[in-house]
């Protein structure tokens, strides 16, 4: 990568790559421009893979594979151990690096980096502790013994969102479980998984285990990854939309999916909820990030008896919010990652407003060079908008009115996603059965957010496969392996 002079004194110039990173060596390139969100220049450029180079990427994980998975757990959980370190100690510049590429405001790049370094050392302490089985059959003809393998060669693919965090709840485990890696990161923001990809070297991560590149054609590179009967694995996270591709694609050399996909959170407030509780969690359920987080609070159902005065409230909070260049320090909201992006919700909003939608602050773009939509709340939103069924990935809370337990619970079901829902009400009894009665891979209860390296992340429905985090992520890089035993 070619830092642009303008920006070279943001971040430590150590952890600028120059290239693809392949079988520990960087291979120059270039043909990705990347763009500052926030004043719409391009601030530096990466390489363009080609399949041939994706097929080396295999090549040198395959090279590194054995070595790797015959290190002891205990190895690998001290490397990983290491890189969290590293990534404290560079966490300033990584969360600058973050916030350059992809826009967000660096309290939010700050939070990401915590939270990405967490899953290295969630995973060097979980390393050590992959679980078997040891039973007698139940005719008593045998022993039943279960030992886990790594899986073998893993493509990992991730989103601009957390540039950091998305790469780290892939690798972390992975690496414990004991495969080798492809990381390839979204074309909007790879700066930081190369930079990380740096750091792993530095920790002491063996060349080839972590291999990272960054390609314009991301459709047949990735395709012919997965057509290499070599490859095992994919972990993706990302769009419903592609994820469907992908298991599509990854049915053809039966490649084991773990997907991680999109979401369209409802966040429900009964008339019993703490009211500057529920005012705090929605702001940042829905504002971390700018709103462009898959667990973002992207429906408010309010009970009638509430609704008025937490509106107000909200609206209140979302006006006081100063949107900024991602690393002004005094912003608390970034721009969106593209043109494209403002385009959507700028169309999303214009639809629920034409259907009689009320704009209570924001609702229009803003003008300038960056990728700007200012904080919007919109009340009397009909249940069948747009903006209701689709992900609106940005800074804007739709309200809309509920009157009964069964009907938001209804409501709150009423989409194809079911990744992550909040509720908020001081009846603990009356939140846990609502909570039951949703269909989601997580919810959270009097609170604005979930995420949390040592719990399993992920959604039911169309919302993904798998999980990440928690004590099982590490199993979804490993293949049980039984032995039926006589002594
Ligand atoms: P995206 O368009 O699906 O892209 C995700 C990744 O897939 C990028 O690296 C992209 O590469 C790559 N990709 C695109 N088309 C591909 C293809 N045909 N074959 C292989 N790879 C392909 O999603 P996004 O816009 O970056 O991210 C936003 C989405 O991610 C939202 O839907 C959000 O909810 C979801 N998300 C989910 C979670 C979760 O944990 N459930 C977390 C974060 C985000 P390029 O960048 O080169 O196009």
Same mark, same amino acid.
């Given at each position: 990568?070619?830092?642009?002079?303008?920006?070279?004194?943001?971040?430590?110039?150590?952890?600028?790559?120059?290239?693809?990173?392949?079988?520990?060596?960087?291979?120059?390139?270039?043909?990705?421009?990347?763009?500052?969100?926030?004043?719409?220049?391009?601030?530096?450029?990466?390489?363009?893979?080609?399949?041939?180079?994706?097929?080396?990427?295999?090549?040198?994980?395959?090279?590194?594979?054995?070595?790797?998975?015959?290190?002891?757990?205990?190895?690998?959980?001290?490397?990983?151990?290491?890189?969290?370190?590293?990534?404290?100690?560079?966490?300033?510049?990584?969360?600058?690096?973050?916030?350059?590429?992809?826009?967000?405001?660096?309290?939010?790049?700050?939070?990401?980096?915590?939270?990405?370094?967490?899953?290295?050392?969630?995973?060097?302490?979980?390393?050590?502790?992959?679980?078997?089985?040891?039973?007698?059959?139940?005719?008593?003809?045998?022993?039943?013994?279960?030992?886990?393998?790594?899986?073998?060669?893993?493509?990992?693919?991730?989103?601009?969102?957390?540039?950091?965090?998305?790469?780290?709840?892939?690798?972390?485990?992975?690496?414990?479980?004991?495969?080798?890696?492809?990381?390839?990161?979204?074309?909007?923001?790879?700066?930081?998984?190369?930079?990380?990809?740096?750091?792993?070297?530095?920790?002491?991560?063996?060349?080839?285990?972590?291999?990272?590149?960054?390609?314009?054609?991301?459709?047949?590179?990735?395709?012919?990854?997965?057509?290499?009967?070599?490859?095992?694995?994919?972990?993706?996270?990302?769009?419903?939309?592609?994820?469907?591709?992908?298991?599509?694609?990854?049915?053809?050399?039966?490649?084991?999916?773990?997907?991680?996909?999109?979401?369209?959170?409802?966040?429900?407030?009964?008339?019993?909820?703490?009211?500057?509780?529920?005012?705090?969690?929605?702001?940042?359920?829905?504002?971390?990030?700018?709103?462009?987080?898959?667990?973002?609070?992207?429906?408010?159902?309010?009970?009638?008896?509430?609704?008025?005065?937490?509106?107000? #409230?909200?609206?209140?909070? !979302?006006? +006081?919010?100063?949107? =900024?260049?991602?690393? %002004? $320090? @005094?912003?608390?909201? /970034?721009?969106?990652?593209?043109?494209?992006?403002?385009?959507?919700?700028?169309?999303?909003?214009?639809?629920?407003?034409?259907?009689?939608?009320?704009?209570?602050?924001?609702?229009?773009?803003?003008?300038?060079?960056?990728?700007?939509?200012?904080?919007?709340?919109?009340?009397?939103?009909?249940?069948?908008?747009?903006?209701?069924?689709?992900?609106?990935?940005?800074?804007?809370?739709?309200?809309?009115?509920?009157?009964?337990?069964?009907?938001?619970?209804?409501?709150?079901?009423?989409?194809?996603?079911?990744?992550?829902?909040?509720?908020?009400?001081?009846?603990?009894?009356?939140?846990?059965?609502?909570?039951? #009665?949703?269909?989601?891979? !997580?919810? +959270?209860?009097?609170? =604005?957010?979930?995420? %949390? $390296? @040592?719990?399993?992340? /992920?959604?039911?429905?169309?919302?993904?496969?798998?999980?990440?985090?928690?004590?099982?992520?590490?199993?979804?890089?490993?293949?049980?392996?039984?032995?039926?035993?006589?002594?």
């Amino acid at each position: 990568m070619n830092l642009h002079p303008r920006d070279a004194n943001y971040a430590d110039p150590s952890l600028h790559s120059h290239g693809l990173y392949i079988g520990g060596a960087w291979l120059p390139g270039s043909g990705i421009p990347i763009v500052d969100p926030s004043t719409a220049k391009v601030i530096a450029e990466v390489p363009d893979a080609s399949i041939e180079d994706a097929l080396r990427a295999v090549d040198a994980a395959e090279a590194a594979a054995a070595g790797w998975r015959t290190t002891s757990p205990r190895q690998r959980a001290e490397i990983l151990r290491r890189w969290f370190s590293l990534m404290t100690d560079h966490s300033e510049e990584l969360a600058v690096l973050v916030s350059l590429e992809n826009g967000k405001a660096l309290p939010d790049a700050r939070g990401e980096l915590a939270y990405a370094a967490e899953f290295f050392r969630w995973y060097a302490e979980e390393a050590v502790r992959v679980p078997g089985e040891f039973r007698h059959a139940p005719s008593g003809a045998n022993h039943i013994l279960v030992d886990h393998d790594p899986i073998g060669i893993s493509v990992l693919i991730t989103p601009w969102n957390f540039p950091a965090a998305m790469a780290t709840r892939k690798i972390g485990p992975a690496l414990a479980a004991g495969c080798t890696v492809i990381l390839k990161p979204a074309s909007e923001t790879p700066l930081t998984a190369y930079a990380m990809a740096r750091l792993g070297a530095e920790a002491g991560v063996p060349p080839g285990v972590v291999n990272v590149l960054t390609t314009s054609k991301p459709g047949p590179v990735v395709s012919a990854m997965l057509d290499d009967p070599r490859v095992r694995k994919l972990s993706f996270t990302g769009s419903t939309g592609v994820g469907r591709i992908l298991l599509a694609e990854a049915a053809r050399t039966v490649v084991s999916c773990s997907m991680e996909l999109g979401g369209n959170a409802p966040f429900l407030v009964f008339d019993d909820a703490d009211l500057e509780a529920a005012l705090d969690g929605a702001m940042i359920a829905k504002m971390r990030n700018a709103g462009e987080a898959c667990t973002a609070a992207n429906r408010f159902y309010v009970q009638a008896g509430i609704h008025d005065t937490f509106v107000a #409230g909200l609206t209140k909070r !979302m006006e +006081a919010l100063k949107v =900024g260049p991602g690393i %002004d $320090p @005094a912003t608390q909201v /970034g721009p969106m990652i593209t043109t494209k992006a403002v385009s959507k919700i700028d169309r999303l909003v214009s639809e629920a407003i034409s259907r009689g939608a009320k704009v209570r602050t924001g609702g229009s773009p803003l003008s300038g060079n960056g990728y700007f939509y200012p904080p919007t709340v919109l009340e009397n939103v009909p249940t069948d908008a747009e903006i209701a069924h689709e992900e609106i990935f940005g800074p804007v809370a739709p309200v809309y009115r509920f009157e009964t337990e069964e009907e938001a619970i209804r409501l709150a079901n009423n989409t194809e996603y079911g990744l992550a829902a909040y509720v908020y009400s001081r009846d603990l009894s009356r939140a846990l059965r609502v909570g039951r #009665g949703i269909e989601s891979g !997580m919810i +959270a209860i009097n609170r =604005g957010l979930m995420s %949390d $390296p @040592a719990a399993p992340f /992920g959604g039911a429905k169309q919302s993904g496969l798998g999980r990440e985090g928690g004590v099982s992520g590490i199993l979804e890089f490993m293949e049980p392996k039984y032995f039926a035993v006589n002594f």
